[in-house]
């Protein structure tokens, strides 16, 4: 079976571009999850979906970042204008009829994502 | 906000030895999980913990809830060079979910 799909595996960018972070999660899961990880802060919860409605967003940093759910097969999260402050690994993650309880989040394999 | 503490942050040992790292909180979380993170790849999921006090084996892997569910605990018996990895736990409150920072377990042969 798939697991969850993200693309691009590496990103390197100067400042001032926008990025594009893609994540296709399992079918049949019905919460998707972004994170963003560092050595500094460890693995922060960005923000999550509920199919496909956004329900907190409250992890997200700034208004430069924003996410999108458009269908229950894909996701979007995206970078404008991109500072060398959120060079990171991205993660996406997917989970059925849960948020956290016994129901396991399966994790991508991430995005590294390097701003110059 | 419900901060999940994880120690030790960094722990280096030898094949055979046995290990116990940690995973504490001042807040009470509903579920606990553990995952293993390997270079290069998303976590992967251990164990869920539900119930105050509950112990869970997988195989040289005991995981226990603290009675209070604020705390817990991962104990290796024997590590393996296979065990190498970061370690991370995550609580769910009520409104809320985190991950601790991880413990970043190196086994050498």
């Known amino acids: 079976d798939a697991g969850v799909i993200q693309s691009p595996r590496h990103e390197v960018t100067e400042m001032g571009q926008e990025v594009t972070l893609r994540c296709k999660p399992i079918?049949?899961?019905?919460?998707l999850f972004w994170y963003r990880q560092t050595m500094m802060r460890g693995l922060e919860l960005l923000i999550y979906?509920?199919?496909?409605?956004?329900?907190?967003d409250s992890g997200m940093p700034e208004d430069r970042f924003s996410a999108k759910m458009p269908n229950a097969s894909f996701s979007t999260l995206k970078i404008q204008p991109s500072e060398p402050r959120d060079s990171a690994v991205y993660f996406c993650a997917s989970s059925f009829n849960g948020r956290l309880g016994n129901q396991p989040q399966h994790f991508g394999d991430g995005t590294r994502l390097s701003i110059l | 906000t419900q901060l999940l503490e994880q120690s030790p942050q960094f722990l280096s040992i030898q094949e055979g030895e046995n290990l116990t790292v940690y995973c504490n909180s001042s807040?009470?979380?509903?579920?606990l999980q553990w995952y293993r993170q390997e270079p290069g790849e998303g976590p992967v999921l251990l164990v869920t913990?539900?119930?105050?006090?509950e112990v869970k084996k997988l195989k040289r892997l005991t995981f226990q809830f603290g009675d209070a569910r604020k705390d817990s605990s991962l104990h290796i018996t024997a590590a393996q060079p296979g065990d190498t990895g970061l370690y991370l736990c995550a609580g769910e409150g009520d409104n809320d979910m985190r991950f601790g920072a991880g413990t970043r377990l190196t086994v050498k042969p």
């Open positions: 079918s049949g899961h019905d919460y």
């Open positions: 979906f509920n199919n496909n409605v956004p329900i907190d």
């Open positions: 913990v539900v119930t105050g006090g």
């Open positions: 807040s009470v979380f509903s579920s």
